[in-house]
């Protein structure tokens, strides 16, 4: 009888080892419920990074191809504008989806002196501006030789570029 009752104590799992492992599942369960959206919001926000850089590499490129200076800020369709020329020459006419945010639609750009925050998923042309932190301060009025960039990300933040 006593090794009857031996087997039947190896055979099988106690009530507290179940408990134990489902416990242990749902903590592992939990840390990944917390930890993937996380991980899911910094990739979209390093593809927005990824897409300022390379308007930067633009910026360098008009530059190159008009003497030195950077598109001026407004929508003149003369070809020297932000909006303008440089956003139609440079942007709209690359591959396209290169310049789209991670959610695979079009940025929204604008031109501002001086800005206290950035909406998520705009880009921000300052002429004659510096970043200062996450944002672009200055005025175009200074020089047109010095541009910063900015683009809203998630949670509020954003990240500036400048030439400087």
Known sequence: MFRNLLR?????FTIIEVLIVLAIAGLILVVVLIAVP????????EARRSVLNRIATELSNFSGNNGGSFPTE????????????FKT?????????????PRNVAFTYS??????SVPEDEIMFNLGGQCNGE???GTGASTTRNYAIA??????????????
């Not at 020459?89 to 591959?95: E, H, L, N, Q």
């Not at 031109?111 to 206290?116: D, S």
């Open 8 to 12: 039947k104590r190896e055979s099988g």
């Open 38 to 45: 996380q991980l899911q919001r910094n990739q979209r926000n």
């Open 74 to 85: 407004g929508s003149a369709t003369d070809g020297s504008s932000f909006l303008g020329g």
């Open 89 to 101: 020459r440079y942007i709209d006419s690359a591959p396209a989806g290169t310049f789209n945010t």
């Open 111 to 116: 031109v501002y002196a001086a800005q206290t």
């Open 135 to 137: 944002l672009p301060t």
């Open 151 to 164: 683009v809203g990300l998630e949670g509020g933040a954003s990240y500036c570029v400048d030439n400087q």
